[in-house]
């Protein structure tokens, strides 16, 4: 079914937010969405101001049956903020934030970004743990499990999450929490935007302040790399580490020497800061005379470098788990990069462990609790004619460092299929979420997302 004229005057004259079609001198500007070489043109792409315009538009896309794509900061790896003549509704100007500073709690609504909301809460000394960039929208970060800077003393971005408000597929706004729908509850904290448009969160805040972070580079040698990763691991709870390995870009506090050559490039926060944060980084700067070291005392939202709102990289990436980085792991690390010459190329490796791991698997949707390393390979391309190569590097990397381990998380998965989104949800919790997603959105309205089937319990043969 398509968009008729009268559909969109009527929705336009019902809403109290806004609505951009095709034609419209915003509508460009408006379907662009963070990662470079997603191009889609939806019909019209609807900015509603509060829950009730969103209730209208999931309305809309359930009686025209087009496709709904639910976006927050749109950076979806998988294309999944965007549609192609179907309806995006773009959370964007939803940003009200209401901060309970002696309750230590907030309300955000879904559109805020990790960044707007980390710098409110900084101003009362407070933060809630989400990911490595400021422009990531809290909608789909929240709703996939949110892994950045304080995840091994406050866990993931869910553990912080005491309540969600959520339009579901029939047009109700639910108030979802441990009490009142506890199932969606569950659901909703790891299984992304399959059961409906959350449109404000309630996160708990913790009192982080004056922390130690920044940026340290080192020369990535087989044996920098895994006495990295085994100092990370060994570290306090405070203290969570991001480790790009990576060819050094042309970047001005690096001397123009290494260049081009293998650095691993740190970025880490210690959240408790001062004597006990120099202690816990002074490991990690012995494993090699630093070729930059921009730790230091800072506020935390500090942690978080300028957004630049024109990039848009094209990037191919895999998502997996490893359990060790020993020196046989780093040193194919090093081939691998040294083989390829995408103009950029990146291991990530993520320490997890702490507050991630005490939580049971069972009590959220995301169930990779005792997982120890996140890692993630990527590679830049050009366009569609180097991207097969990129691909094809990337996922033979990928291979060699999960030795067929599929494991994944949900929040860096590309458009992989069926196969890799059930590796994202082990065992029960798979079931558990089919079941959930047939009793509130049993029409699969939110299908543009990493997918839970309707009716598809049990495991798709492919991976058996
Ligand atoms: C540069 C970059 C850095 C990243 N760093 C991290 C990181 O450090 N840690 C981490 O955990 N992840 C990270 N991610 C992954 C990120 O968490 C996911 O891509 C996430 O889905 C992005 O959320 P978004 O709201 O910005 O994206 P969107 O594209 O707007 O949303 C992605 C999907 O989430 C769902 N969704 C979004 N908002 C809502 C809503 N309000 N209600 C219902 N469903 C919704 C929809 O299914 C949508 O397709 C990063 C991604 C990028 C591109």
Request: proline share 6%; glycine share 12%.
């Given at each position: 079914?398509?968009?008729?004229?009268?559909?969109?005057?009527?929705?336009?004259?019902?809403?109290?937010?806004?609505?951009?079609?095709?034609?419209?001198?915003?509508?460009?500007?408006?379907?662009?969405?963070?990662?470079?070489?997603?191009?889609?043109?939806?019909?019209?792409?609807?900015?509603?101001?509060?829950?009730?315009?969103?209730?209208?538009?999931?309305?809309?896309?359930?009686?025209?049956?087009?496709?709904?794509?639910?976006?927050?900061?749109?950076?979806?790896?998988?294309?999944?903020?965007?549609?192609?003549?179907?309806?995006?509704?773009?959370?964007?100007?939803?940003?009200?934030?209401?901060?309970?500073?002696?309750?230590?709690?907030?309300?955000?609504?879904?559109?805020?970004?990790?960044?707007?909301?980390?710098?409110?809460?900084?101003?009362?000394?407070?933060?809630?743990?989400?990911?490595?960039?400021?422009?990531?929208?809290?909608?789909?970060?929240?709703?996939?499990?949110?892994?950045?800077?304080?995840?091994?003393?406050?866990?993931?971005?869910?553990?912080?999450?005491?309540?969600?408000?959520?339009?579901?597929?029939?047009?109700?706004?639910?108030?979802?929490?441990?009490?009142?729908?506890?199932?969606?509850?569950?659901?909703?904290?790891?299984?992304?935007?399959?059961?409906?448009?959350?449109?404000?969160?309630?996160?708990?805040?913790?009192?982080?302040?004056?922390?130690?972070?920044?940026?340290l580079i080192l020369p990535a040698t087989p044996d920098v790399i895994a006495g990295f990763i085994a100092a990370a691991?060994a570290a306090?709870?405070?203290?969570?580490t991001?480790a790009?390995?990576?060819?050094?870009?042309?970047?001005?506090?690096?001397?123009?020497?290494?260049?081009?050559?293998?650095i691993l490039?740190a970025?880490l926060?210690?959240?408790?800061?001062?004597?006990?944060?120099?202690?816990?980084v002074a490991p990690l700067r012995k494993l090699a005379e630093p070729i930059?070291d921009?730790v230091?005392?800072?506020?935390?939202?500090?942690?978080?470098?300028?957004?630049?709102?024109?990039?848009?990289?094209?990037?191919?990436?895999?998502?997996?788990?490893?359990?060790?980085?020993?020196?046989?792991?780093a040193?194919?690390?090093?081939?691998?990069?040294?083989?390829?010459?995408?103009?950029?190329?990146?291991?990530?490796?993520?320490?997890?462990?702490?507050?991630?791991?005490?939580?049971?698997?069972?009590?959220?949707?995301?169930?990779?609790?005792?997982?120890?390393?996140?890692?993630?390979?990527?590679?830049?391309?050009?366009?569609?004619?180097?991207?097969?190569?990129?691909?094809?590097?990337?996922?033979?990397?990928?291979?060699?460092?999960?030795?067929?381990?599929?494991?994944?998380?949900?929040?860096?998965?590309?458009?992989?299929?069926?196969?890799?989104?059930?590796?994202?949800?082990?065992?029960?919790?798979?079931?558990?979420?089919?079941?959930?997603?047939?009793?509130?959105?049993?029409?699969?309205?939110?299908?543009?997302?990493?997918?839970?089937?309707?009716?598809?319990?049990?495991?798709?043969?492919?991976?058996?």
């Open positions: 079914m398509t968009l008729q004229t009268r559909d969109l005057t009527e929705l336009g004259s019902r809403l109290k937010g806004r609505v951009i079609e095709p034609g419209d001198s915003e509508y460009d500007a408006a379907r662009t969405v963070f990662l470079g070489g997603i191009d889609g043109r939806p019909a019209v792409i609807v900015r509603p101001a509060d829950a009730d315009d969103v209730a209208r538009v999931v309305g809309l896309a359930a009686e025209t049956g087009l496709e709904l794509a639910v976006r927050s900061g749109g950076h979806s790896g998988a294309g999944h903020s965007t549609t192609n003549g179907g309806i995006v509704l773009d959370l964007s100007d939803m940003k009200r934030l209401e901060i309970d500073v002696p309750g230590r709690t907030a309300w955000a609504e879904a559109g805020l970004t990790a960044g707007d909301y980390t710098i409110a809460a900084a101003a009362h000394g407070l933060a809630t743990g989400f990911g490595d960039t400021a422009s990531v929208g809290l909608g789909g970060l929240t709703l996939g499990g949110g892994v950045g800077y304080l995840l091994r003393k406050y866990g993931l971005t869910i553990d912080s999450l005491l309540a969600a408000d959520l339009v579901t597929a029939d047009g109700r706004l639910l108030r979802v929490d441990a009490q009142s729908h506890p199932d969606l509850f569950w659901a909703i904290r790891g299984g992304g935007g399959n059961f409906g448009v959350a449109t404000r969160f309630r996160f708990r805040l913790e009192p982080v302040d004056d922390v130690v972070g920044g940026m691991e306090a709870d405070e203290l969570t991001i790009n390995i990576m060819p050094s870009p042309p970047m001005p506090f690096v001397p123009p020497e290494y260049h081009g050559r293998l490039m970025l926060v210690h959240s408790g800061g001062g004597e006990a944060g120099e202690r816990a930059a921009m230091r005392p800072m506020k935390y939202p500090e942690i978080y470098p300028p957004d630049d709102p024109s990039y848009h990289p094209q990037a191919i990436s895999r998502t997996l788990f490893v359990d060790e980085v020993d020196r046989g792991v040193e194919a690390i090093v081939g691998h990069l040294q083989a390829s010459d995408a103009p950029v190329r990146v291991a990530q490796l993520r320490v997890l462990g702490g507050a991630v791991a005490r939580v049971p698997a069972e009590a959220t949707a995301y169930a990779h609790r005792t997982r120890r390393i996140m890692a993630n390979v990527a590679a830049f391309y050009e366009g569609p004619d180097d991207r097969p190569l990129r691909e094809a590097w990337v996922t033979e990397f990928a291979k060699a460092l999960s030795h067929g381990d599929d494991a994944a998380y949900v929040n860096f998965l590309g458009d992989e299929g069926e196969a890799r989104i059930r590796q994202a949800y082990p065992g029960s919790t798979w079931d558990r979420l089919v079941e959930i997603k047939a009793r509130y959105d049993p029409g699969n309205l939110f299908r543009l997302n990493q997918n839970i089937p309707v009716g598809n319990k049990g495991t798709p043969a492919s991976i058996r």
